[in-house]
């Protein structure tokens, strides 16, 4: 599981259908996968996988954020919250399934953050030294009007 969000913006929202101008959509992760840089190596197996996993978080964010939209209904009912799904991914990338870890208290933010993770199918896939077949990992997804 990743830790409570960290939030970075992930930028701009996109489609005139769904989203609203001038509002902005992030997407988290806890700790370093949040951030755009690769972690450097550590000697153990176990310190490995968590580099390993917090690299491949990182880029599965990068992926991710670009399905993301925010419904317009929400917007203009100033809807914000963040809303935890939990993907799970095999080892060629394909999400198997996406399901609502902890919702956002509106049903149409919590709906929008699973649909997203389906859209985003095939996300890159785990390396192999993070452990798991398949790979399972709750993505903290926070929607907000704020600048």
């Known amino acids: 599981m990743i830790e409570e969000a960290e939030a970075d913006r992930v930028g701009q929202p996109v489609g005139s259908d769904h989203l609203h101008r001038g509002s902005h959509i992030r997407a988290a992760f806890g700790g370093a996968a949040g951030r755009n840089h690769q972690v450097g190596p550590r000697t153990n197996s176990a310190s490995t996988a968590q580099v390993a996993l917090a690299n491949w978080q990182s880029e599965l964010l990068g992926h991710l954020k670009r399905f993301l939209r925010y419904p317009r209904p929400s917007q203009s009912a100033r809807e914000e919250g963040i809303a935890k ?54 993505i903290p997804i926070l929607f907000s009007l704020r600048r």
């Open 85 to 138: 799904v939990t993907i799970t991914v095999d080892r060629q990338g394909q999400v198997l399934g996406a399901r609502l870890a902890r919702g956002s208290g509106y049903p149409m933010l919590d709906g929008e953050a699973v649909a997203m993770m389906r859209r985003g199918s095939p996300v890159p896939p785990p390396g192999a030294d993070i452990p798991g077949d398949p790979v399972i990992v709750t």
